[in-house]
Structure formats: C-alpha cells, structure tokens
C-alpha cells in the first residue's frame, strides 16, 4: 500500500506507474529472518527519530541464506550499524526503496536509524499525522515509511517499543502487547510497550494524542482478565459506549463457537478520523476509523450501528485468523481476510436475522464482487500476480474469499469445519501459511477430500450453473438436469454445493427423495425436507420420486454458492416462491427476479417507443406481499422483498447498460406501485410508527424501522401534500438518525419547497459532526435530480469537504462515481471529466484512494460507443499524468487494456 521513495528524501514523491508484476510462483523464503526488533520513537509532529535494532538471523530453511542483507525502507536514513559499530555510507547500498548490508553471515544486531515527518505524509501509510495525533497503518506496505526492515508478512519478530513524547501534548502513547515500563521527566514522558507474540512488521502499530478513554474489562473461559479501553477525542468518548459492548460479544461468541481466547493483558481500540480503511487489527491495539467505532441513535443509522458491531468483530477475530496465524505472503491475503470475513458475518447472523444478513451479503456479493468477476480487474480469490498490492484489497479476495469458507462449513457441516478450525490454529499457532495449509486441515478434520474445491481459491470469475426442470406425473417424478459452466474458457469443472428443497403451492416442505443421482445427493434429517447437491461434473441428472403435483423448486437455498443461476420459472411460481418460500434468501431472490423480468421488459419498451406490459400479476404479488405484514413476520426481510433491484444490478443484466433507460423503467415502476397500493403502504407505515418509545438497536426494532421506511421511499414518490407532507412529518419529528435520514433521503429527491429547506437545516444542525455531514454529501451525491453533477461540484468546493479526508472523498465522490449511474454516466460526459479531474488532484495525496475512485472507470466496455469514447479519453489523459501512482496507473491501465 506504501510508495516509494529514495532514501535521504522526507517526503515520499507519487510513484511512477511501472508496470512490475510480483508473481505468485515467483515466491522464495526470506533469506534472513528477524527475531526481535526493538523500536525506540523521538516523536515530534515534523521530525520523528526513530531507531531500529534488529536481532537478525540466517534463515536455515533458505538454500541461499547468509550474505548482502536487504531491507526494505522509505523513509530518510540516517544511520546503520552491525553489532554496535556504525557503518559508513562506503559500506552500505540503498537504491530502489531498499538497504542493502553486505557479508552478514550469522546471528547479528543490525540497528537502523530513520526519520520520518508525520505532517507531511497525505497518504496515510505508516506513520501520519490525524487531527493532532500521530498514528500508523502498516498494512500492507508501510512499515518501510516509518523504517528499514524486511516488509513482508513472513518475518515474524517479537516487537519491544518505547516511545518518548512532549506529556502535555500527547499523553497517550500507546503501541502492541503489554505495557511493561514508562517514565517522565522536564515534561516529557516514556512509555515501553512489549508484544510477546512474534508477528509480521504489518501489525505494528503505534498512535499518540491527546485522547479520553472509555474502560471495560472481559474475564476469559479460563478465567483471565483483560483490560479494555476504547480511546476517541474527547468530544466523541460518550459515542464509544455500543462499541466497547460490541467487543465484549465478540469476546464471548469467539470463545463459544471457536474455542479462540484472547492473549494479552489489555485490548485497545483508537478511532481516528483519517484512515484509508475502515479498521486495522494490530496485535492488541486495534486502529480504526471513526466510522467503525462512533455510534449513538442521535447521530448514527441502524446501518451504522450494525456496521460498527460488525467491523470491531472483524478485527477481534483476526487476533487468531490474521495474528496468530497470519499469510506467509500477500497472494494469501484471503487466508485471513476471507476466512475472518465469514466469522464475523456468522457473528452478526448469531445476533440479528440470519436471514435478512444473508441476502445483505449476497446482495452485496451479486451486486458488486459479480460485477468486479467480470471486468478488467478480475482475478481470483488467490491472485497469481500483482503490481501494487493495496489495490487487491478487494471484495473478491474478501467478500468472495468469505463465500469460499461458508461453503467449506456447508459441505463438511458446523462440527467438522470447527474441528478444522481447531486444528488449523493449533498446528500453525505462531506461524505464516498459506491457503493450501488451511484446506488441508480442513481434509484432515472432516476426512473428505477438497482437490477439486480447491479450484475456487484459483479460477477467476462467476461461474454459470443453469437448471431444466421435468415433471413425469404418470411416474410421479421430478427431473432436474444441472450444467455448470466456467467463467473463462480453458477453466476446469467446480465443486458446487447447491442446497435444494421441494415446496408444494403451501410452501410446506415435501420429502425428497432421490431415485437417480442419489450419489451426489445429500439430504438432511429425519424428515428429508432439504438436500445437498455437489455438482462436480459438466452435467448432472438427479430423479427425484413420490411426488404426486409439480412442486416449488426452491434451489441455491441460502445462497449455498456465489454463482449465477438460471432456472425458466413462469411468473406465478416466481410470485408464489415470493409469497411461501421458507428460505429468507430465495423468497427474496424470487422477487428479484420477478422485479427484473418486469424492469427489463419496460426498458425494452422505453428503447422501443413502445407501450410497457401493465404487469398486473407482480403488482398483486406486491400487494400480497405487503398484506403479510403480521406481527409474527420479520419486518427487515419484507422491507427487502418489497425493495425493487437498484440501478447497477439491472445494468448488469445488460449487453449493453442503459442508464437513462433503467433509471427511468425503475422510478416508474416504483410510482406505479406506490399508486396502486398506496392505502397498504401508508396503513403499515403508520401502524409500524406506533409504540415506537425510545430508540433500541435490535432485530425487530431496526426491522420495523426499515420496512416503515421502505413504505416512506414509496409514498413519497406520489404528488399531493398528503403523501409529501409524510417526510416533511418525519424529519421534523423523528428522535433517531435512522428516520431522520430515511425521510431527508426522500426529500432530497424530490423537486419540493421542502427539499432546500431540510438539507440546509440538516447541515446546520450537524455540521460539527464529521460523520453525519458525510451522510448529507452521500445523500446529496446519489441524487436523482436534475443538476446533481453541479450541485457535487459546490460541495466539493464547499467547507464540508476535504480532499485529504478519505471519508470525505468516499461519501461525496465516491458516491457520485459509484453510486450514482444517471449522472456519472450522462451522455455529455462531464462526470467522467469531472471524476477524472478528481482522480488526478488526490493521487498525489492519497494513492490508494485514488486508485479506488479510478475503478469506477473499469466497466467501461459495458456502454454505448460514444460512452466508452469518453471514459477512454479521460482514462487515457490519467494516464499521462506525470508521477502517476503505481496504485492508479495500474487500475486504469488494465481498464484500459481489459
């Protein structure tokens, strides 16, 4: 993630975009390894001393061990010494962001001295400066900005760090493990922090500043005590409280489903407001973005709120996935990412809607990492190559990484993934892997071989899995004939887990069971109700018997695989599966189908000039839909079967992306509906706002606040004040932030007297809180209206913004690029220029965010000619900017290639 500069420079220039790829099969162990590194800080805003003594020896397992020592670094040298004497300049090499020390032949103590100015770093790799605190963030590759060492997660060392700062200025000097000695004198103080667990030089971390804190303590299974402290600015420390909860129940949960207790004296998370990412798991001293830690229902979502439980988890559970055990090197990111991923998704279904948190996840999954399997920058979850590693930080390697364990879980079943698990920490428990090491504990728990699976981890894109359905009444038998078919041409078959149940018109459930390809089916309990099917082979044929009417065919039940499934269903049964279908993910795959059979049949039409079907049928299954609102229902799962497929998922369902088109076909179906079930949506919007007393973050409370909300989105679109006056009602009245936004959402597109009136009077309440008045650039950014292009270039401008704030950059234009298809993509092309223009101001600053903006620019290929000749100008003048970074020029180069 870090850049390159040359030693003796203090301020690291944009790197050039030199197409260098490090390779997968290129890896050898590292020739020297470190084992302990003690790290002494002098810190001052513009000029931190650091000094660096490395205890350093010959790695016995490198063939070519011993020799020129190299280190990585780049930040300004000012010294180097072996076992205590100082080498001159004559002695040592530095050339390409690396050290070089030769005829180091054995054990030796290598001391580096650097220094790096804090003020001065805009990228927000290693150490920076952030509101008047200094803090770090070392993954992947900035651990060489703040010193000399060998940057890669394979060097493993036990860290010991004191650090010496102005007491009135930062008092809180704060860095991994254990506390073990601190000092003060002529206003100075020292503290010396000692991490006994040896880990990679990327979960370094270090933050001084002036902060209050919040204290918890957790008692472990085995009766430890742990210290726990939540640090912010002191204006926000009150925020703090749901985040420190949110740790204690990740705490506990790890203990219970994985056996995993935490390993050091305290537990520390720092929120700050300048970070690239959303969270960082350093050994014991969590960094994070404000985001992720800052909640209270005056000024957070319940997104928000389920958002910060979520990410704290996350990066709890990497003390084991991603700590204890991290990736022998970056081409294993997903061993960490993905895995933890799936725990923490697993958590935050263990605490809410196991249901509505799997369609958010596979929405997410479809929706984005599908569309990202498909583009320029495709590549597997275990990439084989890479020039600029911060850019394969990616949803792939992620989200899709997450998908490749839950179908490990599901194929092996809970128990024996968790015995996997147990062995996987035990046999590596201090150690760097690789993915491979993980699936073979896996093998060896569950008894079962993987050779096949193992093929997810290494094939690029969305495989196809299609079904044909047939029905023998005189034999009472259902046929079920499964393809799959690769992404790429030349790819081999996958092992596809596909969970199946058979419905009747009731959406009870009917037996199965299997008369042909009983092999590659399992069926689960004692009554038969739902099945396993592996599909491993080109074509499959699986016979099921004893069934005397055409059932539901309900397959893919819990999104049991990230493919795309296509399976010919009339429109009844997709209405009937919409209304009975017991899986939460399919019910509401149902209507997403249904949706967009209906949306692309009016955009068809629009291109046409032609009269759009009346689509009687989906609007009674709305209807019916909305009916069952009961208390016994789960008010978040309607909320997202009544929600229509948002503009970007239907542009993928394209050849070519219509943006006008889809806009226009989705807003008049969204009308339509709010027409003709106008009394159904403001009767539950209404009954759900009643009883509301004060604010609770819980399943049911978020759930009915969601789908009262859904009904809002829709009453709002109709003309009256009568519908109108309902969001004006709920801004003015609304005690939480959840309903405040959903109404001034509504009103910002809206072409209303009310809509000035409510964004004005919003920033002018919040405008002191950083957080929320990224919510009102978001809101402002993803509008519909006319002007939108116009109205993100005042803001940009404006004193709400700040280019060198990530936040800021991500909710404002990041919004626009990504979020917000109608305007970004308008035919005239200024919000290519003007995002093109963005890009080339930042990447100076801030390369990696850069570099994400730029990827709105890679689906460039999926648009009308004149489009694409746009994008590919203003690609093409990125690319001629000179020093462009290797993070950017590596986006739009492959975009442009793609």
């Known amino acids: 993630m870090g850049g390159v500069i040359l030693a003796g420079s203090s301020t690291p220039p944009a790197r050039r975009a030199a197409p260098v790829a490090v390779r997968r099969a290129d890896y050898r162990p590292p020739a020297f390894l470190v084992r302990t590194a003690e790290l002494t800080f002098k810190l001052d805003e513009r000029r931190t001393e650091v000094t660096n003594r490395m205890r350093v020896t010959v790695n016995p397992e490198c063939a070519t061990g011993g020799g020129a020592l190299a280190l990585d670094g780049e930040a300004e040298l000012t010294g180097v010494a072996v076992d205590g004497v100082a080498m001159g300049e004559s002695e040592f090499t530095v050339a390409d962001g690396r050290l070089t020390i030769p005829g180091v032949t054995g054990d030796a103590f290598v001391t ?3 220094v790096v100015n804090p003020a001065a770093n805009t990228s927000l790799m290693g150490l920076y400066s952030s509101g008047g605190a200094l803090c770090t963030q070392c993954e992947a590759e900035g651990f060489r900005r703040i010193t000399f060492f060998p940057d890669r997660p394979d060097v493993m060392a036990v860290f010991t760090v004191t650090i010496t700062a102005d007491a009135a200025r930062w008092p809180a000097l704060l860095s991994n493990g254990n506390l073990v000695g601190q000092s003060a004198e002529d206003g100075m103080h020292t503290v010396t922090w000692h991490d006994p667990h040896p880990k990679p030089c990327y979960l370094f971390a270090l933050v001084a500043g002036d902060f209050a804190h919040l204290a918890g303590e957790f008692t472990t299974a085995s009766g430890r005590r742990v210290d726990l402290r939540v640090f912010a600015d002191k204006q926000n420390i009150k925020r703090c409280a749901f985040a420190l909860a949110a740790l204690k129940k990740a705490m506990a949960w790890d203990e219970k489903v994985y056996g995993r207790e935490y390993d050091l004296d305290t537990y520390m998370i720092v929120a700050v407001d300048d970070f690239n990412m959303g969270a960082m798991e350093n050994k014991g001293l969590n960094i994070f973005n404000t985001r992720y830690v800052l909640a209270d229902e005056n000024s957070a979502t319940d997104d928000d709120f389920a958002g910060v439980e979520s990410v704290i988890a996350h990066e709890y559970f990497h003390n084991w996935s991603g700590n204890r055990v991290t990736c022998r090197d970056w081409f294993q990111l997903s061993l960490k990412e993905g895995f933890t991923v799936f725990r923490d998704q697993q958590f935050t279904a263990d605490h809410g809607s196991p249901g509505v948190k799997r369609i958010e996840d596979a929405g997410l999954l479809r929706t984005h990492q599908f569309r990202e399997d498909a583009g320029p920058m495709r590549h597997p979850v275990q990439p084989d190559s890479y020039q600029e590693i911060s850019n394969f930080y990616t949803l792939t390697v992620y989200n899709k990484g997450a998908e490749v364990a839950r179908m490990m879980h599901g194929l092996m079943g809970a128990a024996n993934f968790r015995r996997g698990a147990d062995l996987y920490f035990a046999r590596h428990d201090g150690c760097a892997v690789t993915i491979e090491q993980f699936v073979r504990t896996q093998e060896e728990a569950g008894g079962v071989d993987l050779g096949q699976f193992r093929r997810w981890y290494h094939q690029a894109g969305t495989p196809r899995v299609t079904v044909e359905r047939s029905f023998d009444a005189a034999a009472q038998t259902l046929t079920l004939d499964l393809r799959q078919q690769p992404a790429l041409d030349g790819q081999k078959m996958l092992h596809i887990p596909l969970r199946l149940a058979l419905l009747g018109e009731d959406g009870a459930h009917l037996p199965l069971h299997a008369v042909d390809g009983a092999r590659a089916v399992t069926v689960d309990g004692a009554d038969a109700a739902e099945a396993m099917v592996e599909l491993k082979t080109p074509r499959l044929r699986v016979v099921f018997g004893g069934l005397q009417t055409p059932p539901l065919v309900s397959i893919l039940r819990g999104f049991s695989a990230p493919v795309i499934l296509s399976m010919a269903e009339t429109e009844s049964e997709l209405a009937r599966r919409m209304a009975v279908d017991s899986d939460s993910f399919n019910r509401w795959d149902a209507a997403q189908r249904y949706a967009c059979k209906v949306l692309l049949r009016k955009v068809r039409a629009l291109q046409e000039a032609a009269d759009a079907p009346a689509e009687t049928l989906f609007h009674r299954a709305f209807g019916d839909a909305l009916a069952s609102e009961t208390a016994d229902a789960d008010p978040a799962l309607l909320g997202a079967v009544l929600s229509l497929p948002d503009e970007i998922y239907l542009g993928e369902q394209m050849a070519c992306v219509d943006t006008e088109a889809v806009h ?5 179906l969204r009308r339509r509906l709010a027409a003709t079930h106008a009394d159904a949506l403001l009767a539950a919007y209404q009954k759900l706002g009643e009883g509301g007393g004060a604010y609770r973050f819980d399943p049911v409370s978020a759930g009915r606040r969601r789908l009262r909300n859904v009904c ?13 006056q309902l969001a004006v009602a709920q801004f003015a009245r609304a005690a939480n932030m959840t309903d405040t936004l959903a109404a001034l959402g509504a009103l910002a597109n809206s072409d209303s007297a009310a809509r000035a009136d409510a964004l004005a009077a919003f920033y002018q309440k919040w405008r002191g809180e950083p957080l929320v008045v990224d919510k009102w650039l978001a809101i402002q950014a993803a509008s519909r209206l006319p002007g939108a292009l116009a109205r993100v270039r005042e803001l940009r401008d404006s004193e709400a913004f700040a280019l060198t704030n990530p936040n800021k950059v991500y ?12 305007h970004f993509h308008a035919a005239d092309g200024e919000g290519y220029r003007f995002i093109a223009d963005c890009i080339m101001e930042l990447d ?7 570099a994400r903006l730029a990827l709105a620019f890679s689906p460039w290929r999926r648009y009308d000619p004149g489009r694409q000749a746009k994008m590919q100008t203003q690609m093409r003048r990125i690319m ?7 993070d950017s020029g590596e986006i739009i180069g492959k975009s442009l290639d793609g």
Not at 844 to 850: D, F, I, K, S
Request: hydrophobic share 45%; aromatic share 6%.
């Open 112 to 114: 580096v001295t650097t």
């Open 664 to 668: 226009r076909a989705r807003l008049d």
């Open 712 to 724: 809002l989105g829709y009453l709002a679109l109709l003309a009256g004040d009568k519908f109108q």
């Open 811 to 822: 909710a404002l234009l990041g919004t626009f690029a990504h979020r917000n298809p109608l």
């Open 844 to 850: 100076p600053l801030n390369p990696q965010v850069a």
């Open 880 to 886: 001629a900017q000179r020093g462009l970074s290797r």
